[in-house]
Every structure is written in structure tokens, then in C-alpha cells.
């Protein structure tokens, strides 16, 4: 597997957003890593990574990692070892971090389940793994006057921008910011790892989906659609028409990006989304999750603590009688930011 937020492609990206990424490789594995952090703390933040190819590679690699912080004076390393080989078998992937030093994050940063479609299939094939409901509108939509194009040009990435606005307006939800969203267009496109798909009503825009291809996988990013034009249910079709793309551009994986493990109720993140995803066919992935290695253990224990502090006191916030969905926004912005 071949992950986007382990590529050349994303530590452009990301330099371009003005963090520093450090990169190194060794016997049977890499990383890419982003200084994170602020006045909680600093660390070296690898999402889904590092990549290796045993155990003893991994080991090497967090040690490299280690190493690396220190020298940044971080305070912990944060990685998500998804196409890594942690365990010889003989125990849990989490019982294998553990034992190493590593400890659960605070939060999950990327999706820890997801599901995935198999494009080394034929065509008809991947269709047949999808809800009927899908192939029907697949095959039907455009009688209904909904036209798909694939964009690479930067510029476009407005459309979906707009949609994503009136949608986390609808629905009370801080959505990516502007400016990230037009970097990695701008950066992304010219090197073939970012497509922007826009469904069209007439000719008129209503809808738009932003992907991220490595050398072998799609991912499913970013997508908001119309809610004047919901009836047409255009972003499921839009999804195959991504999928069948990227099995014809030689991709041999779709990541649809995010659901919620079997038996998760409505409090889970993904929750919303899952039942969306699946209906795509495809097969369940789940990865260990996102995992801290301190470097300093008083200091990590003082980031702990005020995080959780910190958090607290934002749950309190939340729950003051007739916040506006907004104000709650802006505070969550503040704080990530």
C-alpha cells in the first residue's frame, strides 16, 4: 500500500503550508513526519506511518524517529502504523505498542477503520459489490440531466468550497479550512495526486468531491453536495464514477476514508458516514489507531494533563444554554488553531 500521507507528494503539501517535514528511510522502512504543536508541547507527528516491512524495521524506525525529536526538543512522537509490520504474531499489534513504551493519543488523529475496494477487480465485478441502489443511479443519472467531470486545475477547487460552506452552515460542523483546501489543489494537482470531480445539473454545479491518489490507492477526502438538489442523491453516482477512474488510471485500491468499527452507536465520529460508505462494497480495514511514544515522560505527562484540562473547560463551553452553533465553531477553530 502505497499512502498518501506518506508520499513526496504530501510533504510538499505540507512545507508548502510552512510546517517542517522531516523524512528518512533505512533497512525496510521510512517515514514522513510534521513538527506539530505549540505552547502544549511540542512533537513529530507521522500520520499513518511509519512504513515497515518487519518488526525489527519498525523498531528502527521509532528509534530514528526518537532521535529526530530530541534533536527538535519535542516531547513525544505520535505515530499511526498502518502498513507496518509491529507484531511477529505471537501478540496483539497493541499489546506490541505497549510493550515498546507507546501509549494511546489522547485522540484518534486519522480514521482507525475504514473501507477499502479492491480495483484489481473487473468492472462488473465492483459494481456487483455495491448496493443495487447504486448501480441504478450509476447507470441512470445522467437521464436525469447530471454530467461528472474530473478537474486538475487548481482554480476549481472554489466550487467545492462553496458547497462545503453551505453544508457546515446547515449542519453545525467546522469544516477544512479555505486556505488548506486551495494548497493542496494548487500543490497536489500538478503531480497527479489530487483530482477535484464536480456533478453537474444542466450544467450548473451541484456538488464536488476532492480526492488524493498515491501510487496505487484513491482516497475519498473531501465531498459536500447541494442540499437544494439532495433528491437526485448525484453524490453517490459521483463516488462510482471516482471509483471507476481510479481502477482505470491503474490505481489498484479505493479508500473510501473513514467509518465507524461494527457496533459503534452514534457518539462515534464516523458514525454518520459508515452506512454511506458501504453501501460501495468493498472490505472493512482496521488499523491500531494513533499512538504516542514520549520522549520525555514528565513532559508528555504535563501535555496529558493540560490537554485534558483544556478539554474540560471546552466541554463546559459547549454546554452553556443557547450557545450558537456558531460561537461553538469559532471556539473549536481557536483551538485548533
Not at 91 to 108: D, F
Request: proline share 6%; with cysteine.
Amino acid at each position: 500500500m502505497a499512502n498518501i500521507l506518506q508520499s513526496n507528494a504530501w510533504a510538499d503539501f505540507q512545507r508548502n503550508l510552512g510546517h517542517r517535514v522531516f523524512q528518512a528511510s533505512g533497512d525496510g522502512w521510512r517515514y514522513l513526519a510534521i513538527l506539530e504543536g505549540g505552547r502544549l508541547g511540542r512533537y513529530l507527528y507521522c500520520p499513518y506511518g511509519p512504513e515497515a516491512g518487519t518488526p525489527q524495521a519498525f523498531e528502527e524506525a521509532l528509534e530514528h524517529l526518537v532521535r529526530t525529536a530530541r534533536e527538535e526538543r519535542c516531547w513525544f512522537v505520535r505515530v499511526e502504523p498502518v502498513d507496518a509490520a509491529v507484531t511477529d504474531g505471537l501478540e496483539t499489534p497493541e499489546a506490541s505498542l505497549r510493550r515498546r513504551g507507546l501509549r494511546p493519543a489522547p485522540r484518534q488523529v486519522q480514521p482507525g477503520h475504514t473501507q477499502v475496494i479492491d480495483l484489481t477487480q473487473d468492472e462488473d465485478a465492483i459494481l456487483k459489490d455495491m448496493k443495487s441502489t447504486n448501480r441504478n443511479l450509476h447507470r441512470n443519472i445522467a437521464k436525469k440531466g447530471v454530467t461528472f467531470t474530473a478537474s486538475t486545475d487548481p482554480g476549481d477547487v472554489d466550487v467545492l468550497l462553496g458547497f462545503l460552506d453551505a453544508t457546515a452552515e446547515r449542519k453545525d460542523f467546522t469544516r477544512q479550512q479555505d486556505a488548506y483546501l486551495r494548497e493542496a489543489a494548487r500543490t497536489l494537482m500538478p503531480l497527479d495526486a489530487a483530482v477535484l470531480y464536480v456533478a453537474r445539473l444542466d450544467g450548473r454545479p451541484i456538488g464536488a468531491s476532492l480526492v488524493y491518489d498515491s501510487d496505487d490507492t484513491r482516497t475519498y477526502a473531501h465531498a459536500a453536495m447541494d442540499f437544494e438538489h439532495r433528491k437526485l442523491s448525484a453524490g453517490i453516482p459521483m463516488v462510482v464514477r471516482m471509483v471507476l477512474d481510479a481502477r482505470q488510471k491503474g490505481l489498484r485500491r479505493f479508500d473510501l476514508f473513514g467509518t465507524a468499527p461494527e457496533g459503534a452507536g452514534p457518539e462515534h465520529a464516523w458514525h454518520g458516514f459508515t452506512k454511506f460508505k458501504k453501501s460501495f462494497g468493498g472490505r472493512p480495514e482496521a488499523y491500531p489507531g494513533t499512538w504516542d511514544l514520549p520522549v520525555s515522560r514528565s513532559r508528555y505527562a504535563a501535555y496529558t494533563g493540560l490537554r485534558a484540562a483544556r478539554e474540560t473547560a471546552a466541554s463546559a463551553r459547549r454546554e452553556l444554554p443557547g450557545a450558537p452553533g456558531r460561537l461553538r465553531a469559532a471556539l473549536a477553530r481557536r483551538r485548533d488553531g
